[in-house]
């Protein structure tokens, strides 16, 4: 194609990409932080399923004792992958439990059904079921001052098709945004509720009891992750109401921007599950998002938490 110059290039009509979309073109993807080192695993293999999050772990049964040096590498691991999964585990409620309190005290959510502990939280899916935080990508309860730092998931019962779970890299989306949106977040604040999600499938008698026990808390629009350092966009379609100090229209506007990053492919992985796969995903630096598309068909999930720490 022969290049014009400028005084010779044809005149053309008007045009414009609405504002405030998602932006077309080469993305940036960063696994981890610039000066990360790249060491090789020796305890066991990997394998990625995207570019900068996802990988399946193979070579290890997650019901036998964590030494150390095991526990630490699996911890490097994650915060490489962003989420690790485990193929073929059918773990015990114990040992799912057991597994997940290696990286901290286990959190309870009163909002969500339990199973066999107070610590387990069940997600049976039936004709007719609750729709608990399907079709929405969200982090988990960022309504707590402290959210998790992480869930252990566990499915014990899958539909023949569908039922997939998706996660995102927020690290990645953050980098990604237009220089001029993070000049305009880095240091910004935002107000995390958990009313807006909750109240898509409970009712106000249900919800009125935790209103003391979950006041709105104030979070950081981008985070620093505690381990990796790095800026990770942190706001989302469940549980975050609006920016502070900013007026209701351009709260809404920047935040529904915001809120579509997660909906890039470029940043997601998406795993579908066998009975008895194990998901171990940083919350932190992910969102993700349950796929409702199996219709009558039985789903059972059973999640352990992690308590995490507060955001900053």
Do not use: C
Request: charged letters at 25%; a negative charge; zero cysteines.
């Amino acid at each position: 194609m022969t290049t014009l110059d400028a005084a010779d290039a044809p005149a053309l009509r008007p045009h414009r990409i609405p504002a405030d979309g998602l932006h077309e073109g080469r993305r940036i993807l960063r696994r981890t932080p610039d000066d990360w080192p790249d060491r090789p695993y020796e305890l066991f293999e990997v394998v990625p399923l995207a570019a900068t999050i996802g990988a399946e772990i193979r070579g290890l049964d997650l019901a036998r004792p964590l030494p150390p040096a095991l526990r630490a590498e699996l911890n490097r691991a994650l915060l490489e992958w962003k989420v690790l999964f485990f193929r073929d585990q059918h773990l015990s409620s114990a040992a799912q439990r057991q597994f997940a309190f290696h990286w901290g005290e286990l959190e309870t959510n009163p909002l969500l059904a339990p199973g066999d502990a107070k610590e387990v939280v069940r997600f049976d899916k039936t004709a007719g079921g609750v729709p608990t935080f399907e079709n929405v990508w969200h982090t988990d309860v960022t309504f707590r001052e402290r959210p998790a730092m992480g869930a252990v998931l566990q499915l014990r019962e899958v539909p023949e098709a569908g039922g997939d779970t998706m996660w995102a890299d927020m690290a990645a989306a953050y980098d990604n945004l237009p220089p001029e949106i993070r000049e305009r977040i880095d240091g910004a604040r935002a107000v995390h509720d958990y009313l807006p999600g909750f109240s898509r499938f409970y009712s106000a008698t249900q919800l009125a009891p935790f209103q003391d026990e979950f006041p709105p808390v104030v979070h950081p629009v981008v985070r620093r992750h505690p381990e990796t350092g790095r800026r990770t966009l942190f706001v989302n379609a469940s549980f975050t109401t609006r920016i502070v100090g900013l007026p209701e229209e351009e709260s809404d506007r920047l935040l529904r921007l915001l809120f579509q990053q997660a909906h890039v492919p470029e940043f997601q992985v998406r795993f579908r599950w066998r009975a008895g796969d194990v998901a171990f995903w940083d919350n932190r630096a992910t969102q993700h998002y349950a796929v409702f598309d199996y219709g009558a068909r039985r789903r059972v999930a059973e999640r352990v938490a992690i308590a995490g720490d507060r955001p900053f």
